[in-house]
């Protein structure tokens, strides 16, 4: 009785694993969709020897949604593992942690070289962040930033 259930259950799952069922597509929330509009963009400006250098801009994709990418030619100083992306109102890194700072937007934090994609939070307006600035906060000092214009 024990092979004769063993043999319906796999038969079973063959039936179901084998269906002409398409497979199903998915689309990653972070990346833009469709075409991407390049509103404004900058070349990083390399700080305190962190070897910054790259392309990085500031657009909206076909579905609304804004994001900041940095393109293929971008990189930095990723050893210490806590690089950290801002949208900011200057070139200037001035938090304040007590009360916050409604000149900076934390972006998040950059993983590697090349390619990378950070999605603006909906509702945040852009148009006042004048630069985008790379910012290692183990040793608390700037590794770039750059002007987007």
Request: glycine share 10%; aromatic share 12%; charged share 10%.
């Amino acid at each position: 009785m024990e092979k004769i259930m063993l043999l319906f259950y796999f038969a079973f799952l063959g039936l179901v694993a084998c269906s002409d069922d398409p497979e199903p597509t998915f689309i990653d929330p972070t990346l833009p969709q469709g075409s991407f509009n390049v509103l404004r963009m900058g070349n990083f400006v390399d700080q305190n020897g962190a070897g910054s250098t790259g392309f990085v801009s500031l657009g909206v994709d076909s579905e609304s949604h804004q994001f900041n990418p940095f393109r293929s030619s971008f990189n930095t100083a990723l050893a210490t593992g806590t690089v950290k992306v801002f949208l900011s109102t200057s070139d200037t890194f001035m938090a304040d942690p007590g009360n916050g700072n409604p000149d900076l937007l934390a972006m998040g934090v950059v993983r590697n070289a090349g390619t990378n994609y950070f999605l603006i939070p909906s509702g945040v307006t852009t148009e006042k962040y004048t630069h985008v600035i790379l910012w290692c906060g183990s040793v608390g000092i700037p590794f770039g930033n750059a002007p987007l214009n």
